[in-house]
């Protein structure tokens, strides 16, 4: 039987440490939905949305009631619309990112994320308009998430995406006022079952209709460390671990629960540390409590290199099955560490950069001056993607140009999006090396084969 | 199905009494209590079971966590998988 102290400790992670599980992501296949007629295409988009997740949102609540974990967020995610809708007559696929923003709406979802398209090799004609279509679907649409994959370990960098995404990123800002960007991903190595928004889509080798659960926590382990002050690394790093074992079998146990309910088969628990503006609920309060002044500081890669293996290895012996982006998130906005870090200039671009090397995405949730060319915002893509498909990794870049800000600003995106304060960029130009165009080859170790 | 309830708060007399007949008229059965009073915070986790429950488990949740807020105390109810899975391998 369990004792008192265990019950005790379990209320006290979700009552004062802030531990809940972030997201139910429902993953709809809707590669059957395509039809040369546009209305008739978004009437079965529409159709097989609702009639799939019409139990989502209130199954969540049920759970949530029953077992007294707060359930944050009921999402969707879809097949890539370029792919899905690819055989449609129409330029115009904002069309069917509205099709999708009705559909989450009449389930009650805050976020669909799908509006997608792979091109780390190359455009097809479903990939150029999707992407063309991104400002006006971002502009147009509530609930909508985009991303796009621009490189991979074994396709390389498509140089003319990562140039194209630049001027996209910047014509979203613009015509968006910047919170457009912040539901616009673009990737390098994307993962096919990533339930947490915005970068979330239904890959094409995923099942019909899936379960996928994120779990958060880093006030947890924020908690945990507290009660090891000044111990070597090794139990740093044990007590992570046991922290994430915790954290994940509360997902797995929620996971299967929402899989039986909706009758809908388990995919992964993503066991990513993910951050919110709330007190106490900072992935930067764990590195700091580490030792670090400030995250930023020298050692806070290191730091995060820890932090990110040691929820893995924690994790993945607590799930049956584990995928996702499982990691350490470090969103600026979205951490009220970072931001504070940020704020007094001991975060730099440079340093998050490197710690991307390291940590479960890429640079996310950066506020940048309206003024940022889109060449500059194309080649810290281009950096990016390196990071991802020479280290076999997903990166990501979640960059937002402010329109009219500058350094010294800050712009509230509300809610779990948060407060950015905008950051300095490195002002020299790219601006030839990304006019070049062309793919920059895969790695030699894309070659195993 | 199992679940457990737990009453946090300022300890008054009749607490015990209050929940336990709170669940009683809805024929929830209680099989353990146990309780401790740490820095004058009343705490209590009972496990109890809820097969033969008159109610649906989200509205004795409700309930219990109503008449915690009348008496200033913090109730609620939750299954006992959830305390299972953290804690047991």
Not at chain 1, 147 to 162: E, F, H, L, P, Q
Not at chain 1, 420 to 436: G, H, K, L, W
């Amino acid at each position: 039987m369990i004792n008192a102290s265990e019950i005790l400790e379990t209320i006290n992670m979700i009552n004062q440490q802030h531990l809940d599980i972030r997201t139910i992501t429902m993953g709809i296949s809707i590669r059957d939905c395509g039809d040369p007629d546009v209305k008739r295409c978004c009437n079965k988009i529409y159709d097989k949305i609702t009639k799939k997740a019409r139990d989502l949102v209130r199954t969540g609540e049920n759970i949530e009631r029953e077992f007294g974990i707060p359930i944050v967020n009921k999402r969707i995610s879809v097949t890539p619309v370029a792919i899905a809708c690819e055989c449609c007559d129409t330029e115009d696929y904002a069309l069917f990112a509205q099709t999708l923003d009705k559909a989450a709406q009449e389930v009650g979802v805050n976020f669909i994320g799908g509006c997608s398209a792979l091109v780390q090799k190359g455009y097809t004609t479903g990939d150029r308009r999707l992407i063309a279509s991104i400002p006006e679907a971002l502009r147009t649409t509530e609930r909508v998430c985009s991303s796009v994959n621009v490189a991979s370990t074994r396709a390389g960098i498509n140089m003319d995406a990562v140039a194209q995404m630049g001027r996209i990123i910047k014509e979203t800002a613009d015509i968006t006022g910047g919170m457009g960007c912040a539901k616009l991903v673009v990737f390098a190595n994307a993962v096919e079952d990533n339930p947490f928004m915005a970068g979330a889509f239904h890959g094409v080798g995923e099942p019909e209709c899936v379960i996928n659960v994120g779990v958060s926590g880093p006030g947890v382990v924020h908690s945990a460390l507290k009660r090891c002050k000044g111990e070597p690394f090794h139990v740093v790093a044990e007590t992570i671990k046991k922290t994430a074992f915790r954290i994940t079998r509360m997902g797995e146990l929620v996971a299967q629960e929402a899989s039986r309910r909706l009758g809908v088969p388990f995919g992964i628990v993503d066991l990513s540390l993910a951050p919110t503006p709330a007190v106490g609920d900072s992935v930067a309060d764990i590195l700091e409590e580490m030792g670090l002044e400030s995250v930023g500081a020298p050692g806070t890669t290191a730091a995060l290199a820890l932090l990110n293996d040691a929820v893995k290895k924690g994790g993945v012996m607590a799930s049956s099955n584990v995928g996702g982006l499982s990691g350490a998130f470090i969103p600026v906005s979205e951490d009220a560490g970072m931001i504070r870090a940020a704020s007094s200039g001991a975060l730099t671009i440079e340093k998050l950069e490197a710690m991307t090397c390291v940590c479960s995405v890429g640079l996310d949730m950066i506020a940048v001056p309206g003024d940022t060319s889109a060449a500059t915002i194309s080649a810290i893509i281009a950096d990016e993607s390196a990071i991802g498909m020479i280290n076999t990794k997903t990166t990501a870049v979640r960059i937002i140009p402010v329109p009219g800000m500058d350094v010294g600003d800050r712009v509230d995106f509300g809610g779990l999006l948060g407060t950015a304060p905008i950051m300095p960029v490195n002002r020299y130009s790219a601006e030839d090396f990304i006019a070049r165009g062309g793919r920059i080859p895969a790695p030699l170790n894309s070659l195993k084969n | 199905m199992r679940a457990i309830v737990t009453v946090i708060g300022k300890d008054t007399v009749g607490i015990i009494a209050n929940v336990c007949s709170l669940l009683a008229e809805n024929g929830v059965n209680v099989l353990d209590i146990s309780q401790t009073v740490l820095q004058g915070y009343f705490t209590m986790i009972m496990m109890v079971d809820v097969s033969g429950s008159k109610v649906d488990f989200a509205e004795l949740s409700v309930k219990l966590q109503e008449r915690g807020v009348q008496q200033g105390l913090d109730i609620r109810i939750q299954r006992e998988d959830i305390f299972e899975a953290m804690h047991r391998i």
